[in-house]
């Protein structure tokens, strides 16, 4: 299987002046393959949101090179077939909303590539449906929750049909509720065969991927699946991170009870080991 995005000995750094900048990213190499739901995490400052700014060349690697299905980004004969690759969405839902009724926006990038008018409409109302925002479709998006309001950027995104969406920091502004929403349409459309990278700095979403990658000082300091990652809870902490609230349940319970698996990092996986245990207890009791 070919990747949709390959970076390779990817460095990066801001300009400060004339005479100095600040390096970000130091030489990142990783591919992102069609179909995954991707975590990347860090903390504040590790170059997470820069390398994600990366993936449809907004940024353009001081050394090393991006390729977005073959497209090096730094070609900008290529930026709109990266640009349609892959889609962004960013932590402000309001900087991305330019129109003064949903559904016109939905359809804002559409008109600007010339999508035929019927098409426009066929890839709106899906898109809108995916995100379950049809019935708002008529609303101005100032009426909405942050919640809603993302899930609309969100819809205006995949109408321009990408390969992958990325979402940066897309849920840090939300309340739970609205970052509850986001969730479950980044997990529905991974089920839908959609690429997803998440930038984030809450391990609870971060658990909900099948891959995560740890950047710390511009460098990919970890890659693999969450429940490796999360394993190594002494190297977490010291790049100043933690992880997951069930995660961290799972292990005072599993002190006391050691049938109880301490290897649980998402909701669902700790609400069925109580039920097991409980079973299983209930079972010795009997």
Sequence with gaps: MEPIIVLENVSFSYKINENSSVSVLKNASFSIFPGEYVAIIGHNGSGKSTLSKHFNGLLTPGSGDVWVHGHNTKDESKRLDIRKAVG?????????????????????????????????KQRIDEALDVVKMTEFRKRPPHHLSGGQKQRVAIAGVLAMQPDCIVFDESTSMLDTFGRNEVLQVMRKMNGMGMTIITV???????AEADRIIVVEDGKIVMDGPPQEIFKHKKVLMDLQLDIPTVSQIAEIVHNEYQIFSKELIKEDELIDEVKRVSRARSGEMG
């Design 88 to 120: 962004m969405v960013f932590q402000h839902p309001d900087n991305q909303i330019v129109a003064t009724i949903v559904e016109e926006d939905v359809a804002f990038g559409l008109e600007n590539i010339g999508v035929p008018r019927a098409e426009m």
């Design 200 to 206: 984030t700095h809450r391990m609870s979403e971060a």
